[in-house]
């Protein structure tokens, strides 16, 4: 079987990539002209250099292919231009899609996310079923994932195959940028962490992600959506296990969400729009965490066969990937 990935340089498709390398698949992994290729070390596949917004000049590295894993996304709480990120997760989405019908490739494999969900603000914890709209998305990165979600669904329903994955917050190793999630464990690395908010992640191993990827194209139902996610969480709860890891103290001091939104509005009007700096508080980051991110990951259990793994191992893994590169001193 020959594979289209694209994303594979990032955090979870250089995993999925691997996955997919190690059951023997041919590969062919879109990669930027400006992307590092680390992460892809040791994989045995065919590189193609391409551009989502251009999707076009990637017909002929479709053509052939008997599948297409669409991981590739521009995840960011901070965007200088939001048009560059909807021309990514948006506008490339829907034309990748309708260049894999073009070329004939069967099967798609849609990596969404689970900010797509309808999540509240008193924890309750939520599944496919619950009810969301685009007014419910804060943030242009949860705008441009549940618009780019609508492509895939869409397609779906207008018969191409199409398998929907939303994992929740993946934790692992080589999370290189690092993602957001990954920045909170480099941040509490280097003691960066001196308060928190009241705000609750779903934190996902990365490898099992990876692997749902796989077992998706052959078990997935085309047009459905399946939460991949581990254990709910609160921000303390994973300072805490951080903690009992490293040894390294978690903060007691709990920040009102409304001292958050000061400290955000001036790191993001002064680092970001002045200095031109990715600042480290956003308006918008804030403004999510008011509501728990607790999922249910029931339908991919009972359907894919989803594993809900503890999240000791997957935390563990990132923070010695982080020490072993130097993003925060040796412990």
């Known amino acids: 079987m020959r594979v289209f990935i694209t994303g594979?340089?990032?955090?979870?498709?250089?995993?999925?990539?691997?996955?997919?390398?190690?059951?023997?698949?041919?590969?062919?992994?879109?990669?930027?002209?400006?992307?590092?290729?680390?992460?892809?070390?040791?994989?045995?596949?065919?590189?193609?250099v391409g551009d989502l917004r251009r999707t076009e000049g990637?017909?002929?590295?479709?053509?052939?292919?008997?599948?297409?894993?669409?991981?590739?996304?521009?995840y960011r709480l901070w965007v200088r231009d939001p048009q560059e990120m909807y021309a990514a997760n948006v506008d490339g989405t829907r034309e990748l899609l309708k260049l894999a019908r073009e070329v004939g490739v069967q099967r798609v494999v849609y990596t969404s996310s689970v900010a797509t969900m309808g999540f509240k603000t008193d924890g309750t914890i939520v599944d496919e079923r619950t009810p969301v709209s685009l007014d419910d998305m804060?943030?242009?990165?949860?705008?441009?994932?549940?618009?780019?979600?609508?492509?895939?669904i869409q397609a779906a329903r207008s018969g191409q195959r199409v398998i929907i994955l939303n994992p929740t917050t993946p934790i692992g190793s080589g999370d290189a940028k690092?993602?957001?999630?990954?920045?909170?464990?480099?941040?509490f690395l280097n003691k960066n962490f001196p308060a928190y908010v009241d705000?609750?992640?779903?934190?996902?191993?990365v490898g099992e992600v990876a692997r749902m990827h796989r077992v998706a194209l052959e078990r997935g139902t085309s047009g459905e959506r399946y939460i991949?996610?581990?254990?709910?969480?609160?921000?303390?709860?994973?300072?805490?296990r951080m903690s009992a890891i490293t040894g390294l103290p978690s903060p007691n001091l709990k920040v009102p969400h409304s001292v958050a939104m000061i400290f955000a509005f001036f790191d993001e009007n002064f680092t970001g729009k002045l200095r031109g700096k990715e600042p480290r508080a956003t308006l918008e980051a804030v403004r999510m965490g008011r509501k728990m991110m607790f999922a249910s990951?029931?339908?991919?259990?009972?359907?894919?066969?989803?594993?809900v793994l503890p999240v000791y191992n997957a935390l563990r893994s990132a923070i010695d990937w982080f020490i072993a590169h130097g993003y925060a001193p040796a412990r």
């Open 178 to 187: 690092p993602t957001p999630t990954g920045r909170i464990v480099v941040d």
């Open 8 to 48: 594979a340089t990032g955090f979870v498709g250089s995993h999925v990539a691997r996955c997919y390398a190690g059951s023997g698949a041919q590969l062919r992994l879109l990669t930027r002209s400006n992307s590092r290729l680390d992460a892809l070390a040791g994989i045995d596949a065919e590189t193609v």
């Open 138 to 152: 804060i943030g242009h990165y949860k705008r441009s994932k549940f618009l780019g979600e609508q492509e895939a």
């Open 58 to 74: 990637l017909r002929s590295a479709l053509t052939g292919c008997d599948a297409l894993v669409h991981v590739a996304a521009d």
């Open 199 to 205: 705000t609750g992640l779903n934190l996902v191993d």
């Open 228 to 240: 991949l996610g581990g254990e709910n969480l609160t921000l303390k709860q994973i300072l805490d």
């Open 297 to 307: 990951s029931a339908k991919a259990e009972r359907e894919l066969g989803f594993k």
